[in-house]
Nanobody
Framework: QVQLVESGGGLVQAGGSLRLSCAAS????????MGWFRQAPGKEREFVAA????????SYADSVKGRFTISRDNAKNTVYLQMNSLKPEDTAVYYC???????????????WGQGTQVTVSS
């Protein structure tokens, strides 16, 4: 059973930074792509960023490009989301997810964490 546990959320002022972490259980973490998604109140969950199994390729939503950076440490079974220049519209619950394979091109994510709240005040 795969378990994903997010941490690092909190309250920050606009323009500030946060780094989210997602720790994964299991020995196959390094074989799968990972992603970050978010869901704001009253809105559907949306894609934020994804990274391939090796970390050699990444993808970002246009709304976060240039401000957020996804990375991973396969030795620690952890994926990160560095968020800079935060805006009030970034307020949401952020979820990490494990892809169904080594690449994120399929868009399929099979396992999800419980989420961590990020609140950006203006």
């Amino acid at each position: 059973q795969v378990q994903l546990v997010e941490s690092g959320g909190g309250l920050v002022q606009a323009g500030g930074s946060l780094r989210l972490s997602c720790a994964a259980s299991g020995r196959t973490f390094s074989s799968y792509a990972m992603g970050w998604f978010r869901q704001a109140p009253g809105k559907e969950r949306e894609f934020v960023a994804a990274i391939t199994w090796s970390g050699s390729s990444t993808s970002y939503a246009d709304s976060v490009k240039g401000r957020f950076t996804i990375s991973r440490d396969n030795a620690k079974n952890t994926v990160y989301l560095q968020m800079n220049s935060l805006k009030p519209e970034d307020t949401a619950v952020y979820y990490c997810a494990r892809g169904s394979g080594p690449s994120y091109s399929s868009g399929r994510f099979a396992y999800w964490g419980q989420g961590t709240q990020v609140t950006v005040s203006s």
